[in-house]
């Protein structure tokens, strides 16, 4: 079982920035992919960037590209999520998750959200 706790959520003016972390634990911990999606009110969850766990390789929204930068320290098990240049739409709950096997479509664990308002 994996669990993650995502931490790095709070109060933040428009063009501000956030770092968010998100540290998983669970035995023979080998995803591969950890990402980072949003919930925002009313809205549905949309994908926001994803970090393969052993390629490194990154993917991101296009509202997000070149503001957002996700990395990850394997030793650690935690992957970030530099925000720069924060938008009031950018206001959701931050979800870390993990597609545990290449052939998962979905991921299959998720923490339990990080808070992130950006005021205008």
């Known amino acids: 079982q994996v669990q993650l706790v995502e931490s790095g959520g709070g109060l933040v003016q428009a063009g501000g920035s956030l770092r968010l972390s998100c540290a998983a634990s669970g035995r023979s911990f080998n995803p591969y992919t950890m990402g980072w999606l949003r919930q925002a009110p009313g809205k549905e969850r949309e994908f926001v960037a994803s970090?393969?766990?052993?390629?490194?390789?990154?993917y991101y929204a296009d509202s997000v590209k070149g503001r957002f930068t996700i990395s990850s320290d394997n030793a650690k098990n935690t992957v970030y999520l530099q925000m720069n240049s924060l938008k009031p739409e950018d206001t959701a709950v931050y979800y870390c998750a993990i597609r545990s096997k290449s052939t998962n479509p979905e991921y299959d664990y998720w923490g339990q959200g990080t808070q992130v308002n950006v005021s205008s």
């Open positions: 970090i393969t766990w052993s390629g490194g390789i990154k």
